[in-house]
Structures are given as structure tokens and as C-alpha cells.
């Protein structure tokens, strides 16, 4: 990726391949993520370290990356010298995390592959890499991660201990420091008043699951997040499968109850669907919770046909770039909240002047 | 108060974050808890491993009293540290701390032994991943026709075809 002097800038002029979902995929699944945590063998953690060795682990770890395959044209983030406004923009498109934004010093993002891998560096472990990508596809996201992993681990020595595996700052992610996730679209389930109780049973099955947008305990636009819970004990492809397994029965029982609601309640359905429409086509104002929650009648609207598929991107692409950084980068203003809401619907407004 | 993000506003809301395996607490003011938006992450409640592993330390505190003095002697971290915290200082602490470490390894993963991907250095042989995608897909493709969805069946039957013919080249 060619970067121009601001990269962030250009971050945002280039759709990150994992927005694409393809035409084959249902579209339940949202995105597919598999993350590796890794740690030099002879450092301290990042949070024990002094700002000079975790600027040395940094060094390490570039050099290390540079002969990564997949890594030939990334890009760097020295995040001591982002603004805050610049480090949310790589939040807000799941480059990196919170936690990473609050440490700073000696932190850092390389970002390749149209931005569908990316690896922290000294965030809570020395190295967090993590492979995105479309649709429901764990194996492929893991073989890219795990190429890199690969290849980084013929410069680095890594921190690992036959009885448990690679060493990690939290014993939580000790052994493969494997956590395989899912994004996962439920309007049907959760309108059929069904979503809590089939989340809830999963806790058994060893996934953990949370809202991924939305506040407090609520969940925004009905997406959620399931990962696997362990990462000691089993190998790593009986992690992923055991999430995608998951995943792929939340996914039918999905499109089953949305087979049940066309059959049951096709019009109140419908009439749902283009009333959000109506509201995101013409509102003057719109918050980032309101965003969330009518796109989520569209998304559904376009699985049940209503809307060309093709649309699909389009919303996947809104989710991004209505967020109050994107906003305020793209539109190269500071904006309080109400301006902002404002920019956002008419942002909204543009993309479904031509939806239907 | 003053806002934990831009130390620099008066913060108005108190907001807990529970990421990953950790409860964070901010006091934010209105602009960063705007910025921050309502797109954080924030834990549905249902599971959080954050609490989870609290109670599990506590457990272990009380029963490996005798050893809390022990401390680890590249990073200096204290087994009490360990306690407060949920973390560990470097991979040496593993070693030193290992009897605290078991119980609560067993705990949160069930078992105790590493079945993953092993590092070079160690000698043993890297488990091939026995992942095939055109074997899954096939399975895939069988599932389809089965419930009749010939459309998706279609389209893992393209899905296949290329990745074969890729594959041959
Ligand atoms: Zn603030
Ligand atoms: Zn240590």
C-alpha cells in the first residue's frame, strides 16, 4: 500500500478488504478475525518494561516484520505521535485497541494486506497479530496469521514453554494465544425474542459472547461477538472449528427464523424495514446508536431481498466511516456531537439516494 | 474530577470498559466519551471473563498463602503483585511462579498441558494444520443440496472449481 505523508488519511481512502463480504457468503456473518498473542523470549512484558526496552522491542519486531511475505508494503503508526483523533480512526476500523490507544509510549500498528492483518506492538504483549477477513472463513483468517507467526518466529525467539505453550502476560491467553472470533448479524433471532437464551447456552460450549456495538448492556444493531474462551489445551484448529461451528449454527438458526417471521409476519416485517429506510433516507440528524439500529432493518431488508445484495458493501462500509473520528477526519473538522449527527445523516442520506 | 483520557476537562461519567479479560474504570469527560462513542466495545454481561478470573486469583490466594513473599528475579514482580493485578511481568515469572500459576491455568482452560503449535526451538515437530479447504467445502456443498439450496450449492461448487484449478498450477 502506497501511503501518502498522511497515512491515516490514506487509511481511509482505501476500503479494508474485509468489508467486501462476498456474493456467495449469506451474509450473517459480519467478518471473521483470528488473533495470535506472542512475546520475546528475552524481555520483560510491556507493562514491566521501561519505555527504552519496549522501544527496543518495537525495533526488534519491525526488522523481524520485514521480511514477513505478507507484510512487504505495510504500513507503520508510531502511535506516540498520532493524534488522539488519528489513533481513533485505526480504533474505529478494529486496527487496533483501546488499550493500545492509552498506552502510547513504545507502541505501535503495522498494517498490510488492504488493511486485513494487522500486529500491535507492545500493546498488553509484545506482538498481537490478527488476520480479518468477510464472511464466516476462521481457517483462512488462521493460515494467514499463522504464515506470519511462522516467519516472524525464524528471527524471534519467542517466549514458550513446553507445558504451556507461548507465554503470555495473562494467563488467559497462554498456549497457542489463540482467540478466533466471529461478527455475527442477528435481527431475526433477536426480534423473535429468542437471542438470549441461545447466547446464553453457549457460555457451556466454552465461546464467550458480547454486544459489539452499543451501550452499557445493551447490544446496538444486533450484532454480536462470539470468540472461544480457552486457548490452552486444545490445538488450534479445534479452537477455530469449534467457533465457526458455533457460528455456522447461530447462522441457521437465523435464517431460519427469518424464513419463519417472511412466512409469519411478512408485512409488519416489511413495513419495519421501510420505515427505517424512510427515517436513514431523509433524517436530518442521526446518532451513531440510531445509525446502527435502522441499518440493521437494511441489512436484513437486503437479505430478504428488499434491497439489491450488492448493497451489502455499501452498509459495511457506513458502519466504518459514519463513526465520530471518520466523520470528523473525512470532513477535516472539529465537531461537537449535533454537528456531527448532522454530517452523519446526510453522509447516510447520499448512499440512499440511489439504495433501492 | 478531571477526565482520565485528555486529563484535561471536567470528567462527567463514570464508564467501565470490560475488554478481553480486564474491567477498566474511566472517568471521562463529554467530549471523549464521545469520541470513544458508543461503538467501544462494551460487555453484554453475559459472560465476562474480567470477573471470572478475579474469583479465581482470590481462590488461589487463600490457598497458597505461604509463598506470597516469592518474587521474581528478572522482572521483580511479587506473587501478591501477581494477585492484584491478573498479570505477570515476563515469561520468567511462569517459571518462578509455577505452583501459584497451575491451579488457576487449570481453572481458566480446563487442563493443563499445551496441545497448540509449538516453537522452533523446541524441537518438537509443528502438527500440520490437517485442514483441507476443498474437503470443507465439499461438506458444505453436500449440506446445500441436502436443504436444496441450489444457489449457494452453485456457488461452493465455483468456490471449489477455483480453488482447484489454482491449485494445479
Ligand atoms: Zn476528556
Ligand atoms: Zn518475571
Known sequence: MNLPDNGIQGLIGQEAGWLKTPDSDPGVVISSRVRLARNLAEHLFPGRSEQDERSL??????????????????????????????????????????????????????????QSLDLMINEEDHIRMQSLLPGLDL?????????????????????????????TCCPSNLGTGLRASLLIHLPALVRAKKIEKLLNQLECQGILVRGFYGEGSEV????????????????????????????????????ETRRYIMDRARRQTEDNIWR????????????????????????????????????????????????????????????????????????????????? | MICDLCKKNQAVMRYTEVRDSRNTEYNLCRECAELKGLAKSLNLALSSLGDMLA?????????????????????????????????????????????????????????????????????????????NRVERLRQELQAAVLKEEYERAASLRDQIRQLETSGAK
Open chain 1, 57 to 114: 522491542v518495537r525495533e526488534e519486531i519491525r526488522k523481524a516484520s520485514s521480511s514477513v511475505n505478507y507484510f512487504g508494503d505495510a504500513a507503520f503508526f508510531d502511535l506516540e505521535v498520532l493524534t488522539q483523533l488519528d489513533m481513533t480512526v485505526l480504533w474505529e476500523r478494529r486496527l487496533i485497541s483501546s488499550d493500545l490507544m492509552d498506552k502510547k509510549n513504545g507502541t505501535g500498528v503495522l498494517v498490510g494486506r488492504n
Open chain 1, 139 to 167: 481457517i483462512e483468517a488462521f493460515r494467514i496469521v499463522d504464515q506470519v507467526d511462522d516467519q516472524l518466529q525464524q528471527r524471534l525467539e519467542m517466549a514458550y514453554s513446553p507445558e504451556w505453550g507461548f507465554l
Open chain 1, 220 to 255: 446496538a444493531g444486533d450484532i454480536f461477538q462470539i470468540s472461544n474462551r480457552a486457548t490452552l489445551g486444545r490445538n488450534e484448529l479445534e479452537i477455530i472449528e469449534n467457533v465457526e461451528r458455533v457460528g455456522r449454527s447461530l447462522m441457521e438458526q437465523e435464517l
Open chain 1, 276 to 356: 427505517a429506510f424512510g427515517i436513514l433516507a431523509n433524517a436530518r440528524m442521526l446518532s451513531t446508536q440510531e445509525y446502527l439500529e435502522l441499518s440493521s432493518s437494511l441489512r436484513l431488508g437486503i437479505a430478504l431481498e428488499l434491497f439489491p445484495r450488492r448493497r451489502l458493501n455499501a452498509l459495511n462500509k457506513l458502519l466504518i466511516i459514519t463513526q465520530p473520528a471518520h466523520l470528523q477526519i473525512m470532513l477535516d473538522a472539529r465537531m461537537e456531537a449535533p454537528e456531527r449527527d448532522g454530517e452523519r445523516a446526510k453522509m447516510v442520506r447520499a448512499i440512499m439516494a440511489d439504495f433501492v
Open chain 2, 55 to 131: 474469583g479465581m486469583i482470590r481462590d488461589i490466594s487463600s490457598e497458597q498463602d505461604d509463598d506470597n513473599a516469592a518474587q521474581c528475579p528478572k522482572c521483580g514482580l511479587a506473587l501478591t503483585d501477581f494477585k492484584k493485578l491478573g498479570r505477570l511481568g515476563c515469561p520468567g515469572c511462569y517459571q518462578v511462579f509455577n505452583a501459584s500459576l497451575k491451579p488457576l491455568v487449570r481453572q481458566i482452560h480446563g487442563i493443563n498441558d499445551h496441545l497448540g503449535k509449538a516453537a522452533p526451538a523446541s524441537g518438537k515437530i509443528k502438527a500440520a494444520p490437517s485442514e
